[in-house]
């Protein structure tokens, strides 16, 4: 062996062996798991290295089932960040957002060739509600020289001013791409707020980048290193938009002998482009995304019953019904971004190409629509491991037809851990809340090994958290309230929540026989925790382990020393 680990809590999340007292390590593959006096006859002298845990825990890496990794990069570079909570965990309030926003705007000379935009990531007014109601006259106050856009936490919405719009030759909200929606108010005149995905992407394909390539390396690898620091040895890209630098840059990352994560591509249904990944065992396309609906901050996830209506609501201008020829939405009940013939002529075209796919869907409406679909494309026995994203709202009936179509959902259980709060009081009220990503019922009809849990970065604020996303799937409270639980009904065990951060992934991205478990064979992306975390109290889970190290493929990743 080339290294061994015992002397701690070695946990396989293998069922058949669950529980381990050494682990043996040869090149990148994991060669042997088992007792300490069988493993420690493969330590040879002068070549093993013996790695003793001193009673820390020793788990498979943790993997991003959806995330929007090459985002999270781009944002480095492309971005502002105003979250409530940066990158490095920091608080924010209304007079610190606005200083960011006025201070880049005035060091934005209007003059420069071609002309800078500002762009801002993370506007919250959940979070802090005192910030003020955007739209496009604030945003031609703080200037109508120099584009401004400033997207949404959620990533569903975004505003900006009138020197956008003119930039972009956008005069009328029928100009709006499919699938998307150029806010107007009763008179048809644009508000500047911009809803999902197809509209925010045609405004921001008019920003000039200069230098991308160069920027893009630098980023993509700051922030795998952040990844591997954080305990993931995988992430994703839930929603991959293929541009020929960005592609050669995590291609070429891929490649290095550094290299700290694996990551997992899906191709946005929207882009018309064509990938240029060069794919190996440390990146890979695995299928392609679609969105059926929207996002509960923005009143765009298609529910079967109206949003709460009050002044957060109408501060975060839910949108009214869109017109023709999309499907005619209940008032007040979010949007369907696509016709049920639309959506089955993307879904179908991609199945017949043997394509995973996996659909953005949170509402009742959307997962109804979505399930519909599979169940007449799918036949019994297909292992095509088709994927549900969010599933927000999923009823128990639409958990059990999952379960039946083999249909995965991967679970935003963490919008709890900032939003359960203002979900209950402000969007959709307590009995909705307590059935919000319900893991206890999912787990009556889905194998917990094919399930998993999500953060969703750069859509949710603060930098990656790991165990602050398993003690929400465990607690269902919120970070700052230990004592309010959000459908004690839905809760899950710790055991359960790292299946669903470790092997439920893996299987969702078709790795299974590869990562997500410590058995002879895989890979040894491996994570070691300070603590137990099946010993620690679960409100404390967040808190009270420390990552100490991760590896990949059997090299360490040397955690402590990546940013120096």
Known sequence: ADIVFHGGDIFTIDDKNPKVEALAVKGERILAVGDWNDIKRKVKHGHTEVVDLKGQTLLPGFIAAHEHATLVAGARFLYVDISAYGVNGEERDKDKVLEIINATVAQTDPEEKPLPWCLFMGWDIELIPDLPTLDVKVLDQISNKVPIMVIAQNGHAAWVNNK??????????????????????????????????????????HAPVSNLRLEAAKAIQEQWKDYATRGFTTVSELGHSPMKEIDLSLSATATLDDCPVRLALYVSVSSKAKHEIIENDKIWVVGDKVWADGSPHCGTSALSEPYLDNEMTRRLAFPPPPPPPAIPDPPKCGILCWSNDKLFEIMKGLHDKGRQIAVHAHGERAIDQTLNIFKQLMKPGDDRRHRLEHAGFITEDQLKLCGELGVLPSFFVYQLYFYGKSFYNNIVGPERTNRWAPMGTAVKYIDIGKISIHEDHPGIPGPSQPFANIKTAVTRTQRDDPNMVFGKENRITVEQAIKASTIGPAYQLFRDDEIGSLEVGKFADLVILSKNPYKVDPLKLDSDIEVVETYIGGRCNCIKNMFK
């Open 164 to 205: 956008t719009f003119k930039e972009c030759n956008i005069t009328s909200p029928d100009q709006c791409p499919p699938g998307g929606i150029y806010v107007a108010d009763e008179n048809g005149e644009l508000t500047g707020m911009l809803l999902e995905e197809p509209a925010t992407k045609y405004v921001l394909a």
